[in-house]
C-alpha cells in the first residue's frame, strides 16, 4: 500500500455524463497532483496542489475540473468528456511541491482510475 | 528535442544478465533526478533516486552525467521480477517545476 488510495479503480461513461474521480492520501503530505496516462504515452500532469493551493494546471481542458477541498482529499469533476479522454488518470502526493533542502520530493501514486468513455 | 527521451524498448534479456537504460534530458538546469518502476497495469513506484556521485541499491546502479544531460539505470543479475517499465524522470529546470517523466524503457527479462 503506498497510502494514496482512488476510487472508483474503473469507470465507464458516456460523452453526457458528469461524473468525480476521488483521491485520498493519508501520509501527511501537502501536494497533490493529478496525471494522465495514455497508451503508448508518457505520463502527462494535469494539475498540482500545493496546501490545497493550484499551482500548476497544464492546459487541461475545462470539461475537466479539479477541487482540493484538504491536503488530504483531491477530486477531478469530468463533464463532457470525450472519447479521447479514455486513460489511466493517477493521483500522487509528494512531501511538497516546493523544492527545498533535505526535503524529498518523491511523489507516490495512487493506483489510478483507469477511465472510458463511449 | 523533448524534455525527457528514453528508448522505449522493448528489452528482452535472460535471467542473470546485466541490462542498463539511458535517458536523456533536454533542461540543463535540472536538479532532481528519479528512476520510478511501473509494472503492467499498476502505478508508477519510486525505485531510486539519482545523485551526481551515483548511487548503487543492491543490484541497481543509477549514474548522473550533467555534461552530457544523460541519466543511467543499470540492473545486474536481472530477475524475472524485474520485468517491468522503467521510467526515467526529471525535474526541468532549477525552480519549483514539477516532474516530467519520460515514456519509459520496458523490460522483460525471460527465464
Known amino acids: 500500500e503506498t497510502g494514496v488510495t482512488q476510487t472508483p479503480r474503473h469507470l465507464v461513461m458516456g460523452m453526457t455524463n458528469k461524473k468525480s474521480l476521488k483521491c485520498e492520501q493519508h501520509?501527511?503530505?501537502?501536494?497533490m497532483y493529478w496525471y494522465k496516462q495514455s497508451a503508448k504515452k508518457p505520463l502527462e500532469l494535469m494539475f498540482v496542489y500545493n496546501f490545497k493551493e493550484q499551482t500548476e494546471n497544464n492546459s487541461v481542458p475545462s470539461r475537466f475540473s479539479p477541487e482540493c477541498p484538504n491536503s488530504s482529499h483531491l477530486f477531478l469533476h469530468l463533464h463532457t468528456l470525450q472519447p479521447e479522454d479514455s486513460a489511466l488518470y493517477l493521483c500522487?502526493?509528494?512531501?511538497?511541491?516546493?523544492?527545498?533542502?533535505?526535503?524529498?520530493?518523491?511523489?507516490?501514486f495512487g493506483p489510478g482510475t483507469r477511465l472510458t468513455v463511449l | 528535442r523533448k524534455e525527457v527521451e528514453q528508448d522505449p524498448g522493448p528489452f528482452n534479456v535472460p535471467e542473470g544478465a546485466t541490462v542498463a537504460f539511458n535517458c536523456t534530458y533536454s533542461?540543463?538546469?535540472?536538479?532532481?533526478f528519479f528512476w520510478y518502476r511501473q509494472d503492467c497495469r499498476k502505478e508508477p513506484k519510486l525505485l531510486m533516486s539519482v545523485y551526481s556521485s551515483g548511487n548503487e541499491d543492491g543490484r541497481f546502479t543509477a549514474q548522473l552525467n550533467r555534461a552530457s544531460q544523460y541519466i543511467s539505470l543499470l540492473i545486474r543479475d536481472s530477475k524475472l521480477s524485474d520485468s517491468a517499465t522503467y521510467l526515467c524522470v526529471v525535474n526541468i529546470g532549477s525552480g519549483n517545476t514539477p516532474l516530467v517523466f519520460g515514456k519509459g524503457t520496458r523490460l522483460s527479462v525471460i527465464a
Open positions: 501520509l501527511g503530505h501537502n501536494a
Open positions: 500522487a502526493s509528494s512531501q511538497t511541491h516546493l523544492r527545498l533542502a533535505g526535503v524529498s520530493n518523491e511523489q507516490f
Open positions: 533542461n540543463s538546469a535540472s536538479q532532481s
